[in-house]
């Protein structure tokens, strides 16, 4: 289902790699950046979502689940 | 208090708004790529991390935090 | 940005209430058997959405943050 | 152990099916209007509580944890 | 109301402070051992539940919300 | 990486436990006071930071992931 979400942050990149569990599943996001996004969804969401190595896909986190670290 | 954390998700930036609330700080962070991270921490955390505008940081996220949307 | 999203719980509704505080708003939101769900969002996001009460929406939940408890 | 807590949603509904993984357990919960919500919690909280289909029981959320959308 | 929650983390402490916001309040509770968790939780909770300055309560924290760092 | 996290809340203590799943490892932590805390962090995670049983560690939680409850 298409919708608007209030989640503040929703970073564009593509699935680079999917570790399927029983319940849960792991999927890697790579940013344009380089950077990876580790994501932890539902084995089920996962899977309705097509979530393949090199699919575009967006990392989204509400702004209340990001902490900030300084070195 | 430095220390290794095992959220699996740090990416570098920099602190470009810091909006304070009377319980809460919004934290906006510009990630390399151009894209922004916004965060809400406690208004504690971020004055004593001395989060100010230009600052070097880190997003820090825990994977099962993250969920993955696609168009 | 219209998205399909992970997350397992969207639950159809309409807001009849916002409290706006200075980072975070509260929505309340009714669901059609009568029981209300509180979100607390970002005061951006909120506004952004338009959320208004007898706006229809929709309240969106990651399953790893839904607890179960019993009597 | 009984107790009052600050989460502001608590949905009552029953257990409809439990999926049971290494560390967690899916729980899906059916609300009087037919709606479903999705639980993962630990193995060992879903064998204490005695989750099983038909069970009575609530789907607790903390109201920073619920997102809104719109359409 | 009264009830049992599949969170596994319920640690025994009482408030010892209080600090009111727009929308969140924030909790601080001592535990028996003298650290002090840090909770921020709906001006309405803290309200309904009459949490003051001495007064006996539990810090419940769902098991995957809860990281482990190393020195 | 050692890094100084807006996390308000660093338990310190001991592994007494190690739960390996597919995706996910559960980590039991006991505080000096004997109150455990458990946790569930990506096995990844779990395997980096070198979580075995007697390990000394931190059990980290951000404010706002910290629910308060009352008898």
């Known amino acids: 289902m298409q919708m608007n979400i209030s989640a503040r942050n929703a970073l564009k990149g593509k699935v680079v ?30 899977s309705k979502l ?8 967006y990392a989204v986190i509400k702004a209340s689940h990001v902490m900030v670290a300084v070195d």
């Open 17 to 46: 790699n999917v570790n399927v569990g029983v319940v849960n599943t792991e999927v890697v996001i790579e940013l344009p950046g380089g950077d990876n996004i580790v994501s932890v969804i539902s084995k089920e969401s996962a």
């Open 50 to 57: 097509g979530l393949v190595p090199g699919k575009p896909c």
